[in-house]
């Protein structure tokens, strides 16, 4: 992981308008991570965090354009986005940014075949993607199917290639279940990557290339638009080193010591996104 | 892994006597490995390499010290010595030095209480262990134990302890048995590293203390001892790190761009265990 330092800076004048809440003003877009922020998972389809409801209402009723991106991978875009709308949020397909189909793209530019260490409920979303004869590798979060045979399968078709390409959609430690710390996807890819002694090409946040599709897909230039995460790291981090302002929530992975954190200083922190939307709004006039 | 570099140097009389096969000549011991140098493993207790019988023989009847220096945790030293005696070589457990027996004088040494990620083979090497309340995880090549279950429940462990420790059974990360490529415990190793973001403590090969408990058996020096294994880094590298010369054979997981590697020269390159042994008994005039 790259290290990315950024600290908020006060114009001549004393005010704060290139950093937090002051580049609120000249924002045109927000762009918001999903667990964490929206809701916490967990049992069924999770819960969500109070205030975010009503914080995405005013958003898309705002003059500012709005996407998600989310390093998400145990489901469909389709059905991710419907779970979402079972938890009342106002959002549509076509708004939020998943790994999978950023990968598929890559597949399609590159002519590449992947072999799936994926979720079940990420599969449909390769249907269309041609998986004869592999020459590459997807990993993603495969939770159970993480078995010993599973890993030994892709590392096996990684080894016989002559130039072993591996992809892993996000690059997460672990994360959070109502039973439990769970092992995440980057956990198997570095296990892939010493394997094969070979680097694997991460599709997601932190990547840049990822948010930059965002950006392209909103029509905005970096210091345009805003992250807010929970990840300080992946989100925080990754929008600052795309030129983006990124402000991280006091809600789900967020942990005290992120705001000592040595490398990434996010612009700002705010206790949820409920806050961060009030005082962007604020700053706007509204 | 650290990168050694040692190459095959002449006196200034113009003479290899440093060098192999020449340092044969002042030699006190040899450490053999033994998956790839005795035998290859596979069903059963696998098949003796064309030879090796004979010459651990021979070397037992010189006035050479002989210790056997392996990375197996897949079982005690017990059955493992048993295997091979099996296939007729000439062996005593004491002269045999696997991880797991290190590893426990480790523990005691440090207090230490581990979860293990162990093969169910080598569980009963820690009977003796008291295992409540662990403060440090243990994993070795578990194989089919590494199912997304245990590796999650290591994780926790770990992540669960203020100071965690990680020991692994040798870095390895692959090998091959009948039914094609395996992954070793390295890959679990590095997998846990990243997940909890600490460094493991690898005992076995190459660690330098592994190799120093073995020297310290015998009694002797370093420059005293050859190593003998198929193993470019773990063993030919290791040994070398050590202080002792390191000679590969071409047996086992031996491959030819071994002989063209960037960072690892071997002392000498010899087709098996018995060119070896039979170089080594001539330069001594039997």
Chains 1, 2 share one sequence.
């Not at 937090?20 to 049992?43: H, M, T």
């Not at 449909?124 to 590798?137: A, G, L, M, Q, R």
């Not at 965002?214 to 989100?235: A, F, S």
């Not at 949820?272 to 706007?284: E, F, K, T």
């Amino acid at each position: 992981m790259p290290l990315y330092i950024t600290r908020m800076r006060t114009n001549h004048f004393g005010m704060a308008d290139s950093g937090w809440p002051g580049c609120a003003k000249s924002l045109k877009g927000v762009i918001l991570d999903l667990c964490g922020v929206l809701y916490d998972s967990g049992e069924g389809d999770g819960v969500a965090i109070p205030g975010s409801i009503e914080a995405v209402k005013k958003l898309k009723e705002s003059d500012l354009q709005l996407r998600f991106c989310t390093n998400e991978t145990q489901a469909t875009r389709e059905k991710f986005v419907a779970k979402l709308r079972r938890l009342d949020f106002d959002i549509s397909v076509s708004e939020v940014f998943p790994p999978a189909p950023a990968a598929i793209a890559v597949l399609k530019e590159r002519g590449l075949r992947p072999h799936l260490l994926v979720h079940d409920g990420l599969l449909p979303e390769f249907d269309s993607v041609d998986k004869t004869n592999p020459n590459c590798v997807i990993v993603g979060d495969a939770a159970e199917k993480f078995s010993y045979q599973n890993l030994n399968e892709a590392f096996r078709v990684l080894i016989g290639l002559e130039k072993p390409v591996l992809f892993s959609l996000g690059q997460g430690r672990y994360y959070k279940e109502t039973d439990g710390l769970k092992l995440d996807v980057g956990v198997y890819m570095k296990a892939l990557e010493y394997a094969c002694d070979l680097k694997a090409e991460v599709i997601g946040k932190p990547s840049p290339t990822f948010f930059r599709s965002v950006l392209n897909d909103m029509g905005l230039k970096p210091h345009e638009v805003l992250m807010i995460g929970d990840d300080l790291l992946n989100d925080v981090g990754g929008a600052q080193h795309c030129g983006m302002k990124g402000v991280q929530v006091r809600t789900g992975k967020y942990r005290p010591i992120d705001e000592r954190h040595p490398a990434v200083t996010a612009d700002g922190t705010v206790d949820n996104l409920a806050q961060a939307v009030d005082m962007i709004l604020s700053q706007r006039g509204h």
